[in-house]
Nanobody, 118 residues
Framework: QVQLVESGGGLVQAGGSLRLSCAAS?????MGWFRQAPGKEREFVAA????????AYADSVKGRFTISRDDAKNTEYLQMNSLKPEDTAVYYC??????????????WGQGTQVTVSS
């Protein structure tokens, strides 16, 4: 397991953009982002494989969010554009094997709040 630290959350108006970052304490194979809104289950947002060769997105964010990574910095990013109020959630960085399930990832960050106002 690695230690993960997210940053970049905040408050933004609908239609705006934010970029989340996640710094890992060591090398990772696959990384991902999940989010959890109040009263809801934690859900998959995006994942990226080793060296960015593979990416996957939830249908709800496809075309608006972009996941990327910089392996030289052990850091992944989530560029979020055209944000909607329903994107409001705590966003969690994860590392593990490539997939869409929570069980595919064994390291988790502490979460960063994203709030989109209408």
């Amino acid at each position: 397991q690695v230690q993960l630290v997210e940053s970049g959350g905040g408050l933004v108006q609908a239609g705006g953009s934010l970029r989340l970052s996640c710094a890992a304490s060591g090398r990772t194979f696959a990384m991902g982002w999940f989010r959890q809104a109040p009263g809801k289950e934690r859900e998959f947002v995006a994942a990226i494989g080793w060296s960015g060769g593979s990416t996957a997105y939830a249908d709800s964010v496809k075309g608006r969010f972009t996941i990327s990574r910089d392996d030289a910095k052990n850091t992944e990013y989530l560029q979020m554009n055209s944000l909607k109020p329903e994107d409001t959630a705590v966003y969690y960085c994860a590392a593990g094997r490539y997939g869409r399930r929570r069980s595919d990832f064994d390291s988790w960050g502490q979460g960063t709040q994203v709030t989109v106002s209408s």
